[in-house]
């Protein structure tokens, strides 16, 4: 660490895209560049804003997130990260990340970006199949994501990630394998690989989510894949990751040596992170809270924090377990005591030892981590780990 602050990492929301993809329910919509322009500005109000409560802290990372950040000109995102140097004490190595859709990214974006001081590009590509890109509302094809990539590599990009996403409807084993494959060839410093989740409010929920009941009951699925051929998908993932230089570091999460993203890192880790700009979540010394979710009232200068929530040491030890077991470095013994002043076995030992006996938690040099079993199955082995109200 560069300094004796303590550390804050920043994420900043810009919530528009050129059209809604159909599975997408994030906080993010088409808006007219009116609205665009009156939103950076009420954002970077509200960095100024917000800033003086943070001199204590400096700030190892920036994430620029959304929507598509992209949508905007480079020289408005090199005038918003300038209100943010200003502002906050920015750490001289800093990860700085934006997230960019292909088809909204050029190479004059990217120098600009590059100019700008960010560091890092992470591209949504979901799938190298066109059919698969239509069917899930994307703006662009497998060709303009290569232009994209390009264009960043040309810039001078040495850090990026490309977002993927399995299990779409009519997907095949194949198809994935050929996403894979086409992805890795570009070698990518990281690869975010996630299942498709059909949430409620979006075009497919209407489409799937009884697809989805079938497959929960046991049923074959009409649409989406099986549950059998989702788990070949995953290890598939695994392996031929692995065999091309990506180290798994995180349950969906995969990168080359030296190229976890720090800030990511800092969410399963719990460290301090501020969001800024609508509906953004933050965590600051054990205080979750979030900004309106409106953006009328937001554009209107409201930043005040809502469901602000000081988290009781139960809390704190349940999102200790189940953020940290996420990493496939697990949690170290030793960290849970340091911060709670209470071995780990005081709460958790019947769990541990079932989870373990399972083959599906492994303990050993003094730290606790998901087996290859224990990540397939994530969702209940973490859920093992919320305490009853009384402890
Ligand atoms: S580009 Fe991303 S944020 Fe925008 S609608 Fe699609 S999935 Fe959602």
Known sequence: ?????????????????????????????????????????????????????????????????????????????????????????????????????????NQKKAAHYRQAGINRISLGLQSTQDCALRLLGRIHTFADFLRSYDAARKAGF????????????????????????????????????????????????????????????????????????????????????????????????????GYACFHNVGYWKRRNYLGLGLGSASLIENERFHNTAILTDYLKGRFEKEDSQKLSSKEQMEEFLFLGLRMTDGISIKEFYDQFRFPIDAFYAPVITALCRQGLLSREAGRLSLTEAGISLSNYVLAQFLLPDEA
């Open 158 to 257: 040495d850090n990026l990630n490309v977002d993927l996403m399995s299990g779409l409807p009519g997907q095949q084993l194949i198809d994935w394998q050929d996403t894979l494959k086409k992805t890795v060839a570009l070698r990518p410093e990281h690869i975010s690989a996630y299942s498709l989740m059909i949430e409620e409010g979006t075009p497919f929920y209407e489409r799937y989510a009884s697809d989805e009941q079938r497959r929960a009951a046991g049923e074959e699925p009409l649409f989406l894949p099986s549950e059998d051929i989702e788990q070949q998908m995953y290890r598939y993932t695994g392996a031929y990751l692995a065999a091309h230089g990506y180290h798994r570091y995180e349950i969906s999460n995969y990168a080359k040596p």
């Open 1 to 105: 660490m560069s300094n004796e602050k303590k550390q804050l990492q920043l994420y900043l929301h810009l919530p528009f895209c050129q059209r809604k993809c159909n599975y997408c329910d994030f906080l993010s919509a088409p808006a007219d560049e009116s609205t665009k322009s009156n939103y950076i500005l009420a954002l970077q109000q509200e960095i100024r804003q917000k800033s003086a409560a943070y001199e204590a802290y400096s700030v190892p990372s920036i994430f620029i997130g959304g929507g598509t950040p992209s949508v905007y000109e480079g020289a408005v995102i090199a005038r918003l990260l300038d209100v943010v140097a200003d502002a906050f004490f920015l750490e001289r190595d800093a990860e700085i990340t934006i997230e960019c859709n292909p088809g909204t990214l």
